[in-house]
C-alpha cells in the first residue's frame, strides 16, 4: 500500500505558543511518526503553495486580500478572538491548501493508493469570506474543487468528524449536490452551527447530513452513527474520491471539548472510512488535519491514520479506554430522526 504523505516544516512558522493551535501540535505529530518507524514507509510528497485561483475556486477576494494585508504588517493581528495571523502566515496557509491539493493529486493520478495531509492551520471553519475558529483556508474544500475541476471527479465526500462543525466547509458546498458533506460533532457548541434539518439548499438539498451530539458520547455512539447513518449515506452517494477532515479533539482527554471517544475508537473510524473507499472508489481518500489539542492524543492518533492507511495492524495508544457512559437515548433518537429526513 502506497500513502502519500505531504507536510512542510513551514507548517510551524504560523505560531503564537500561548494560543491552542499552535506548532507545538504538528511537531509532536512529525515526532511520534519519526519514533514508531512510520515516517519512513510513507511516500514524502513536497507540496506547493497554493495559487490564487485555487482559493478563489472557494473563497472571496475579500477572504483572500485580508490576508494579504496581514502580511504586509510587522505584528500579530487577531482577525477574531480565536483567530491570529501573522506576517508569514499567508505563505504557511497557501502551503497547507497546497499540501492538500497535493495529496488528492497524488491519489487521484494514481501516484499513492492513498493520502495523509500533515498541515496547519486548518481550515475547516474558514468560509467564503471570513477566516474563524483557529482556521485561514478551508484546505479540504479548496482540495475538493481540484479534485473536480483538474481530475474531472465528479462527486466528492467530505467527512468531518472534528469536535466542532465543519461551518466553513458546509456553507461552501451547501447548494452543491457534487459534494457530499457529513459532519458528526459536539452540540450546542462552537461554531453553533450544523443542526440535524440543515441538510443543504436548492439542488444541493439533501447533501448536507449533519449529527449533532452532546458532550460525553464515545467509541459505542460513534460507531453507531457511523454504521447507521455515515457508512449508507456515503455508499448511496457513491463517491470517486473521499476526503476526511480529521481532529483529535473529541478524545476524552482533550482541554477544549467534552466528548469521549478513545485512540481505539479513533483508530476503527479511520479503518472503516479506508474500507468503504476500497469498496467505493479504487481506495481514493485523503485523511487532512483539523483540530486536536492534547499532543499525545493528537500525535499518537496521526500514527495510527499512517498504519492503518499503510495495511499495518495495530494501535498506539497511551491512554487506552474512556469511561465513557453512553447516552444511547440521544443517540436512538438522532438515528430514527436522521433516517427520516434522508430516507435511509
Known amino acids: 500500500m502506497t500513502t502519500a504523505y505531504l507536510t512542510h516544516s513551514q507548517f510551524t512558522a504560523h505560531d503564537y505558543p500561548r494560543h491552542p493551535e499552535h506548532a507545538g501540535r504538528i511537531q509532536a505529530i512529525w515526532q511520534q511518526l519519526q519514533a514508531q518507524g512510520l515516517t519512513e514507509q510513507l511516500l514524502a510528497i513536497a507540496p506547493v503553495a497554493a495559487s490564487d ?26 482577525i477574531d478572538q480565536d483567530t491570529y495571523a501573522l506576517p508569514i502566515s499567508l505563505e504557511t496557509a497557501r502551503l497547507a491548501a497546497g499540501a492538500v491539493i497535493g495529496a488528492v493529486d497524488a491519489v ?27 482556521c485561514l483556508l478551508n484546505n479540504i474544500a479548496i482540495a475538493a474543487k481540484q479534485a473536480q475541476n483538474e481530475h474531472g471527479l465528479q462527486k466528492v465526500l467530505i467527512f468531518d468528524y472534528d469536535v466542532h462543525h465543519g ?16 459532519s458528526i460533532h459536539q452540540s450546542p ?24 451530539i452532546a458532550g460525553g458520547h464515545g467509541d459505542a455512539d460513534y460507531r453507531r452513527l457511523f454504521a447507521e447513518i455515515v457508512s449508507p449515506s456515503i455508499e448511496r452517494f457513491a463517491p470517486d474520491l473521499m476526503l476526511v477532515s480529521v481532529g483529535f479533539d473529541a478524545h476524552f482527554v482533550d ?20 474500507d468503504l473507499a476500497e469498496n467505493l472508489c479504487g481506495g481514493k481518500i485523503v485523511f487532512v488535519m483539523e483540530g486536536g489539542y492534547d499532543l499525545a492524543a493528537l500525535a499518537h492518533g496521526w500514527c495510527n491514520i499512517a498504519r492503518a492507511s499503510l495495511g ?33
Request: glycine share 10%; with cysteine; charged share 15%.
Open 167 to 182: 461551518n466553513g466547509t458546509q456553507e461552501l458546498f451547501y447548494n452543491d449536490p457534487s459534494v457530499l458533506f457529513i
Open 312 to 344: 499495518l495492524d495495530g494501535i498506539s495508544d497511551p491512554y487506552g479506554p474512556a469511561q465513557a457512559r453512553e447516552a444511547a437515548s440521544q443517540v436512538d433518537s438522532l438515528i430514527t430522526a436522521a433516517r427520516r429526513i434522508h430516507n435511509l
Open 108 to 134: 487521484s493520478g494514481g501516484q499513492a493508493q492513498n493520502g495523509l495531509a500533515v498541515v496547519r492551520p486548518p481550515g475547516h471553519h474558514a468560509t467564503a469570506g471570513w477566516q474563524m475558529g483557529f
Open 255 to 274: 482541554p477544549l471539548a467534552s466528548m469521549q471517544l478513545s485512540l481505539a475508537g479513533y483508530d476503527w473510524l479511520a479503518r472503516a472510512c479506508l
Open 53 to 78: 485561483a485555487q482559493i478563489r475556486a472557494v473563497h472571496s477576494a475579500a477572504h483572500l486580500n485580508r490576508l494579504v494585508e496581514i502580511a504586509r504588517k510587522k505584528r500579530r493581528v487577531f
Open 189 to 212: 457548541f462552537y461554531p453553533g452551527s450544523g443542526a440535524l434539518r440543515e441538510t443543504g439548499a436548492g439542488p444541493g438539498r439533501g447533501a448536507t447530513v449533519n449529527l449533532p
